[in-house]
């Protein structure tokens, strides 16, 4: 069954023009063209909007009528990120089969636009998922006009978090380096919202693993590039021509480790024979990075799952105390390192 994201990408446009367009949301207006576009490949895919498919399902008793929303987080431009896409597919087709919809789905960016945050409380949804941490003053508004909200991997503590293991994964990576002969090893990636680099788990476990091994941590290996390519790809090429690169690199996100491979590349620098690398996520396209891309597995598909059942639990009762699951993480070894 399709999803709103494989219509977003045959229409060539993001999920949330598509919600508009089939909501009929006049938030922002959109040209014919595109419009044209998007219900060209509704009709193509077959797709039926989830409010439509629960008229039809037979939803979990007391589950009947959930709406809920989706803060999706944008790290390299808005609705683009592959990782953050998988956990919405993952969530939108659990919550589907649960008896939901999910009429809502937004980045915290959008939030700063009055006129869309309160598009987002005229909705009166009963649920709504984050998937990065916000400031204080917004999560408590969010917390005053949203009955129950869960969030992925956003440390914020009142509320069901869904996370993968940051501090593993990352010790994981310097580990698999180290055990394959890598002794200085720089870091690739940014702090998470709010969150800057020096504070985000991934680095601080970075760092750790480093000073357990007796490595040299050097400040200038360590490229704050902000989740943008661009910004990667231009510290890789400063570092090089300055200091000079690490033996390896560990990326705390596959789009740097793959923006680095590109820039890598431009120098005319052999992968590994000259720097290796390792990424994190495992997105569908680093196996077909040039070389394909070693990295660590994050099951972002069943972290939709999981919070598509924890929120559904708690729009139908559950008031428990707020759960902190933790998914597993694999190393996949391709040809970087």
């Not at 916000?134 to 991997?153: C, E, K, M, N």
């Not at 090893?185 to 760092?207: F, K, M, N, Q, T």
Request: net charge positive.
């Amino acid at each position: 069954m399709s999803s709103i994201r494989d219509v977003a990408k045959q229409a060539g446009v993001s999920p949330a023009t598509v919600s508009r367009i089939l909501n009929n949301n006049q938030v922002y207006k959109t040209s014919p063209e595109t419009r044209e576009r998007v219900l060209k490949a509704v009709t193509a895919l077959d797709y039926k909007p989830l409010v439509h498919r629960v008229r039809n399902a037979s939803p979990a008793a007391g589950s009947q009528g959930m709406r809920a929303g989706c803060l999706l987080a944008s790290t390299r431009g808005k609705y683009s990120d592959p990782f953050y896409l998988d956990i919405l597919d993952g969530f939108e087709k659990e919550f589907e089969r649960l008896g939901g919809s999910v009429p809502f789905v937004r980045t915290e960016q959008d939030l700063d636009k009055p006129e869309i945050f309160r598009s987002l409380l005229d909705l009166r949804l009963d649920g709504l998922i984050m998937m990065r941490p916000l400031s204080d003053a917004l999560f408590t508004q969010l917390r005053r006009a949203i009955p129950h909200i869960v969030g992925i991997d956003t440390g914020h503590m009142p509320i069901d978090n869904i996370e993968y293991d940051h501090l593993r994964v990352s010790r994981m990576a310097v580990e698999y380096l180290y055990a394959k002969g890598y002794r200085r090893i720089g870091y690739i990636g940014a702090g998470v919202g709010p969150v800057p680099l020096e504070r985000c788990r991934r680095y601080r476990s970075y760092r750790e693993t480093m000073t357990d091994l007796g490595l040299e941590i050097r400040p200038e290996w360590v490229l704050d590039c902000h989740w943008d390519d661009k910004r990667c790809m231009e510290l890789v090429e400063k570092t090089c021509r300055t200091v000079g690169l690490p033996e390896a690199f560990y990326a705390a996100s596959d789009l740097m480790a793959m923006a680095a491979l590109r820039e890598f590349y431009q120098l005319g620098l052999r992968v590994p024979k000259d720097v290796a690398i390792i990424g994190m996520s495992n997105i569908e396209m680093s196996q077909y990075a040039n070389p394909p891309l070693t990295t660590i597995d994050v099951p972002t598909g069943e972290i939709g799952i999981a919070a598509a059942r924890a929120l559904a639990g708690r729009i139908r009762g559950d008031n428990t105390l707020p759960k902190r699951i933790l998914l597993p993480s694999t190393l996949i070894e391709r040809d970087t390192v």
